[in-house]
């Protein structure tokens, strides 16, 4: 394979996914470098408004409640979508970062909708507790895939 044909396959190639939730900044759902699909932080918004499933807020915007539950299964719909605007499918996942807001109360519930969703395919995982997301939410995830072949910037035999 040439050197022009390798850095073409590796051109970054960004996915806007039309079904899942806008993006809070200014950064694409995704980003496709050769067969690695690079998913931004997905949050359990739902898509064409700004509303949390399970989350109760107060006057001043503050989170008075949330139901880990129903955002967990939020943020695992926004990110099928994701991926399959990407051509990808559940089965690529590699990689997956976990943010909670809450580790002590929150952890067994996600863990236990997470083995739910990753009991055919079990993705590298971490799970880390931070003080706050930017949004009144209480989990995000950021994800890697492997894509098969098919999905992957085509590339041609070299033909030396």
Known sequence: MSDATDKA???PKIIHA???PKPVGLYPHARQVGNLLFLSGVGPRKAGCKDIPGVELDAQGKIKSYDIEAQCHSVFTNIRLILEAANASWM???DVTVYLTNMDDDFDAYNRIYAEYFADNQPCRTTIEINKLPTPIAIELKCIAALQQNNAPSRKANEG
């Open 9 to 11: 396959a590796l051109q």
């Open 18 to 20: 039309e079904q899942a």
């Open 92 to 94: 690529d996942l590699v």
